[in-house]
């Protein structure tokens, strides 16, 4: 859990060891609800190398002075990537 939202991150271990490995992170908003988004690398046990980059968006709320995770959504590939950005540009129009 992290106080504040510039103490979150997506670095997770497992017996001392970095699983998880964040790479970048953008705080996309502040408050009661906290919207985060992360660049990182996942180790391949077999290899124990880091694999492919990959993002994750990840929504927290702040409980008790704490920020406690409440969703997430994982980008797959830069294909589904630069399709998120496609629709968002198109709709653009219609968000204002």
Known sequence: MADTVDDLSINYEEDGKLIVKELKKEVLT???????????QTLDKKTDIFGKKLISIRRYQKSDGQ???????NISSMEQAKKICEIIHDW?????
Request: charged share 30%; aromatic share 22%.
């Open 30 to 40: 502040k408050g009661a609800w906290a919207t985060v988004m992360f660049l990182y």
């Open 67 to 73: 920020y406690r995770p409440k969703s997430k959504f």
């Open 92 to 96: 653009e129009s219609d968000l204002e």
